[in-house]
């Protein structure tokens, strides 16, 4: 396949070479946010809210108020979310490892299924004249059976459902 995508003599045209093109490599490793440390943010910002709109609309009357009273009112609308928020930050801090891990190891699946797509991809001749795909006796393995032609709209499926079946099933990822 790589070669009918760069032969210039007789150039694909650019449907065929849309479905012809190798399948897409992996991005890097998306790190999940810890959803414990997002539910505790999420508190925080209600606790500010409705400690500010409490003072924002007065909540208490400042005249006969002590003074204690009066300060605990007004600094525990700042400090309660403020600590949670910490508290958040620290439950954050503390999977990070954990969550970098786990995205690692499942990148590291889906790499090896790039691999193993890629490698049957490579493997994929197509016959100009037929506007087929196909794989010669012994292209992906030595092993492995020349193949029935494909129509070019069903090379990317064929490709991936190819590689599964000849070269294995993508692992799935265990925890360490």
Do not use: N
Not at 45 to 70: H, I, K, N, R, W
């Amino acid at each position: 396949m790589p070669h009918a995508l760069a032969d210039t003599g007789s150039p694909l045209g650019e449907p065929e070479r849309s479905l012809l093109s190798p399948p897409p490599a992996p991005g890097p490793a998306a790190v999940k946010r810890s959803g414990a440390a997002t539910v505790i943010y999420a508190v925080a910002g209600l606790f500010a809210v409705v400690g500010l709109m409490g003072m924002a609309t007065g909540g208490q009357d400042a005249e006969g108020a002590d003074p204690g009273y009066s300060a605990g009112y007004y600094l525990g609308s700042v400090a309660v979310p403020a600590l949670a928020a910490l508290v958040g930050l620290v439950v954050q801090l503390a999977t990070k490892q954990r969550r970098v891990r786990t995205a690692e190891a499942g990148a590291s699946v889906q790499r090896a299924a790039w691999e193993r797509r890629h490698k049957v991809w490579q493997a994929a001749w197509l016959c100009r004249r037929c506007r087929v795909g196909f794989f010669p006796e012994g292209a992906i393995r030595p092993d492995v059976p020349a193949s029935a032609a494909v129509p070019v709209t069903e090379l990317p499926m064929w490709v991936t459902t190819t590689a599964e079946r000849v070269l294995g099933a993508p692992e799935p990822a265990v925890p360490r």
